[in-house]
């Protein structure tokens, strides 16, 4: 039975808590950031967790975690 490799590019994006969350980076913060208000730019610099659905697709992308 061969070792199940990690997907390097998930391991970079997410992280996954003690409880089993996994935890990303808010999308929207790279540019056009002008337009923006200062109360949206402040809430995406905090992370946020993926529901339940998305979560065990990326759960099944890093093994070792």
């Known amino acids: 039975m061969p070792k199940i490799k990690t997907k390097k590019a998930a391991s970079k994006r997410y992280r996954i808590t003690k409880n089993g969350r996994i935890v990303i980076n808010k999308r ?10 200062s109360k949206r730019k402040r809430s995406l610099r905090q992370p946020g967790t ?14 070792h975690s």
Do not use: W
């Not at 929207?28 to 208000?37: A, F, P, Q, V, Y």
């Not at 529901?51 to 990326?58: L, M, Q, S, T």
């Open 28 to 37: 929207g913060k790279r540019h056009l950031l002008t337009k923006k208000s």
């Open 50 to 63: 993926l529901k339940n659905c998305e979560a065990k697709r990326i759960i099944k992308m890093l093994p």
